[in-house]
């Protein structure tokens, strides 16, 4: 196939101005470009050398034979880490993972693109994380967003899976635009944040490095840091292949006069979700979301902005956690009592 996708996303910057049936034929025309295209499975997939290099962890890193496959491992001397050797701004980036088996409790392994090292203070973030489990539950996939620092506000999501994790290898995505972030497993899109005004500089939007990492996280990543890393179980290995690097490669020196959009490499990127992926999406949420920001009334008395209010996943989580969004605003003030000793036999354990 060799259709270009047209980068829709880029240039179609809605405004009530608009006609509505405009929309409508530039949208649809989006969409076939895109589903001539295919998803992700035209694109090249890079070796690791080509692609990334050695982050940490010695040799818990181990490139496989064919070059394009990757063990990362923890054990109790260290976790180990793989990055990206370019930065990039915007582009469609991708790694199947199979992860490891049976107890995993403490044990996070991620996939993500960040500028922390580039922008100490205001830094951009976009993650994929899973959270080991204990013997017999399933991982959980996280997902996050920071933008310029908003490290105040974290924007989590997490879900469960119609698959296991550890049985075989799952793609998982990060498609960013200048509109819009939508992360994938396999070709389900799970979650797309739209970029709204009132953000500001919350959504991600300088160059960014690519991550894969495996790391010791007992102090939070399982009910809270109940269940810590079990190095009786080590070394737990991560397997990474079919790595996707398609963006818009940045050089580091000209930070400050970017100009991707005129790049070629930007153009051939998908750029959004059709009407039948949105179907699947809204379905999966419906079924594996777990936690989600906008809903948690407790820690954000007053949710960000780009929040919008979805009834089927407001119910959702109301019977997948009760505690948390369940029962109004009387459990958070019983548990945020605690503190005080008012309230104390309240307290939701
Ligand atoms: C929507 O996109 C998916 C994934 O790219 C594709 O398989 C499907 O055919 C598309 N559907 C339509 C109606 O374009
Ligand atoms: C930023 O700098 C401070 C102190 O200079 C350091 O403690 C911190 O770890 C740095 N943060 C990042 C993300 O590099
Ligand atoms: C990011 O933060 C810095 C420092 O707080 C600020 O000067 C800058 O305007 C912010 N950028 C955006 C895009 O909001």
């Not at 070059?67 to 915007?90: A, N």
């Not at 290898?169 to 819009?180: G, V």
């Not at 959504?203 to 690519?210: E, G, I, Q």
């Not at 998908?270 to 699947?280: F, T, W, Y």
Request: net charge neutral.
């Amino acid at each position: 196939m060799h259709l270009r996708v047209v980068p829709c996303a880029q240039q179609y910057q809605p405004t009530r101005t608009k006609m509505e049936i405009f929309n409508l034929i530039f949208i649809l025309l989006c969409s076939v470009f895109v589903s001539a295209h295919g998803f992700s499975r035209n694109l090249p997939i890079l070796s690791f050398d080509e692609g990334y290099s050695h982050l940490f962890g010695d040799n818990n890193l181990i490139v496989l034979k064919d070059g394009k496959s990757v063990h990362l491992s923890l054990d109790e001397r260290t976790g180990s880490g793989f990055e990206s050797q370019d930065l990039y701004l915007h582009g469609f980036f991708s790694a199947s993972i199979k992860l490891p088996a049976d107890y995993t409790a403490g044990v996070v392994v991620a996939f993500y693109m960040s500028n922390g090292d580039t922008y100490n203070k205001t830094h951009d973030e976009i993650d994929f994380e899973f959270l080991g489990n204990i013997r017999g539950k399933e991982w959980r996939i996280q997902t996050n967003i920071y933008g310029n620092g908003s490290t105040n506000i974290g924007r989590e999501e997490r879900y469960g899976l119609w698959f296991d994790p550890c049985e075989d290898f799952h793609q998982y995505s990060i498609l960013w635009t200048s509109t819009s972030i939508i992360f994938y497993v396999d070709d389900v899109a799970i979650r797309e944040i739209k970029r709204t005004e009132s953000m500001g500089g919350d959504f991600p939007s300088k160059p960014m490095t690519l991550y894969a990492t495996i790391w010791d996280a007992s102090e939070w990543a399982t009910n809270g840091g109940k269940y810590k890393v079990n190095y009786k179980y080590a070394p737990y290995v991560a397997e990474f292949s079919d790595f996707v690097l398609h963006g818009c490669t940045v050089d580091p020196t000209e930070l400050s006069s970017i100009n991707c959009e005129a790049r070629k490499s930007s153009d051939s990127i998908p750029i959004g979700i059709n009407a039948s992926q949105r179907v699947k999406m809204e379905n999966f949420r419906k079924k594996y979301l777990q936690y989600s920001y906008c809903y948690d009334n407790g820690r954000y008395k007053k949710l960000p902005s780009e929040c919008v209010f979805n009834a089927k996943e407001a119910e959702r989580l109301k019977r997948f956690d009760p505690v948390t969004f369940g029962g109004g605003r009387s459990h958070h003030h019983r548990r945020h009592a605690n503190g005080n000793g008012k309230g104390k036999r309240h307290v939701a354990i």
